[in-house]
């Protein structure tokens, strides 16, 4: 018995489909996202890691400064980062995004907060803005905690104290890892010290201390802020399927709090807090994974919920 033949024309759109996937599988089969080392970050990127795994792909979490993120954007060297935290990483966007150079894919969270905070002690004693920081100089040692050197929040930080605004101009800006600025701030806190430091919504911080945002420093920090989820230009489209996954991701900070929570509490690692909300929520994988599909073209909800 003859077995049957595909003809030329068949074997030419095998090819050319065979040739199709192993481009696809190269180019969007790894997935780069950018981390710059962020408790709240590690939440949206540990749920796009975890959804993404479930679709069939591999992630690569590169751990990088916000500018060398960005400029790994354009190089394309980092494919999405989820933590274009606005305003405060202005100059970054209106280098890179503004200018087409990065594609911004979606606002992924809103009402953010991110300024210069303080314990509520600290405020009720009349430190209720930037303006009133000097007169408690002695009081503060002079120190503003920040994060890590780089970061666009530091450079805002000394960019005011270069300027003598507020009169912070002998103020020095003491930069360090988020962990470590915290464990500044707890130990104050348990002496009732005064101390001023980078705070930001969504994250913990709001819960384990009692703590109040200082008016007035717009200028460098803008106010109410937004998240933005970026990619590398052209890789929705060079990936379509990844790329429709993260336009429908967004986040709450009430999502993100609950699971930051019980990490920084030692509760359960980022990935175990992760997985135990999805299972406590996974309606929400409803909106996230319409329209996506798994890697092979499978059902990517049930692909997903599969892991749960």
Known sequence: MNKPTIGFAGALLLAASTLHAQAEEA?????????????????TNGIASFLLEGLGYKVQTQTLAVPIIFAGLHKGQVDVFLGNWMPAQQGNYDKF???????KLKENLSGTEYTLAVPTYVYEAGVKSFADLDKHADQF????????SGSPANESIRRMI?????????WQLVES???AMLVQ???AVKREQFVVFLGWTPHPMNVQYDMQYLAGGEKYFGASGSVNTLARKGYAAECPNVGKLLSNLGFTQEMENAIMDRVLSKEASNAEAIKTWLQANPAVLDDWLDGVS????GNGLAAVKARL
């Open 97 to 103: 995004v503004a200018t087409g150079e990065v594609d």
């Open 294 to 297: 798994s890697r092979d073209g």
């Open 185 to 187: 701030v707890g130990r």
């Open 141 to 148: 040692a002079n120190k503003l905690y920040g994060i890590a």
């Open 27 to 43: 180019s969007c089969s790894t997935v780069k996202l950018g981390d710059p080392g962020w408790s709240d970050i590690a939440v």
């Open 177 to 179: 890892s988020e962990q």
């Open 162 to 170: 270069e300027a003598d605004e507020f009169g912070l101009g002998d």
